[in-house]
T-cell receptor, first 112, second 115 residues
Framework: GNSVTQMEGPVTLSEEAFLTINCTYTATGYPSLFWYVQYPGEGLQLLLKATKADDKGSNKGFEATYRKETTSFHLEKGSVQVSDSAVYFCALSDRDGNQFYFGTGTSLTVIP | NAGVTQTPKFQVLKTGQSMTLQCAQDMNHNSMYWYRQDPGMGLRLIYYSASEGTTDKGEVPNGYNVSRLNKREFSLRLESAAPSQTSVYFC??????????????FGPGTRLTVT
């Protein structure tokens, strides 16, 4: 079946540090991959996506590359800001179904 | 553009009471979803509706019912609330087409406490 495994948190970084949040997936066929961000008290917002192997999704300085050979979609940012403090969810969408599969979320806190 | 709206934002119920969570989207999406979010467990799908007039169970449907009232609205009903249903509930919508995939858009959530 389909599933997403992401790095356990919480993660605490100093401002301007490099961020990596690991995500690996199991899926049949050719899923699309997503990173969502959830700020305190809000719903999830799409951060970036990639729909086929070797695609790189990017937004607001965040990047993730769809690696089919390692079934991974790691989230990276070169220099985090306090405003990046949030919970980050990796997710996949099965093209043959109508469902999303989410990881458990990774909480990030950036301190000044 | 309102996107996905949910009501109420907060609710406290006593065990055994019933209630309906409302969700509406104005993006003309075919597919709508209900999730619950619990600490350490991410989002779990309760029910979804691929199109108006159809509904299907997700991972955790027990204790819930849904109604796809029209293309815009998708409600979630708790007939007899239990403390295990204390959670944050999110509604989402997407424009799904078989063979492609599209991102889901989420509402702001309903925080439900059952005492």
């Amino acid at each position: 079946g389909n599933s997403v495994t992401q790095m356990e948190g919480p993660v605490t970084l100093s401002e301007e540090a490099f961020l990596t949040i690991n995500c690996t997936y199991t899926a049949t066929g050719y899923p699309s991959l997503f990173w969502y961000v959830q700020y305190p008290g809000e719903g999830l917002q799409l951060l970036l996506k990639a729909t086929k192997a070797d695609d790189k999704g990017s937004n607001k300085g965040f990047e993730a590359t769809y690696r089919k050979e390692t079934t991974s979609f790691h989230l990276e940012k070169g220099s985090v800001q306090v405003s990046d403090s949030a919970v980050y969810f990796c997710a996949l969408s099965d093209r043959d179904g109508n469902q999303f599969y989410f990881g458990t979320g990774t909480s990030l806190t950036v301190i000044p | 553009n309102a996107g996905v709206t949910q009501t109420p934002k907060f609710q406290v119920l006593k065990t055994g009471q019933s209630m309906t969570l409302q969700c509406a989207q104005d993006m003309n999406h075919n597919s709508m979803y209900w999730y619950r979010q619990d600490p350490g467990m991410g989002l779990r799908l309760i029910y979804y509706s691929a199109s108006e007039g159809t509904t299907d169970k997700g991972e955790v449907p027990n204790g819930y019912n849904v109604s796809r009232l029209n293309k815009r609205e998708f409600s979630l009903r708790l007939e007899s609330a239990a403390p295990s249903q204390t959670s944050v509930y999110f509604c989402a919508s997407s424009e799904f087409n078989r063979g492609n995939s599209y991102e889901q858009y989420f509402g702001p959530g309903t925080r439900l406490t059952v005492t």
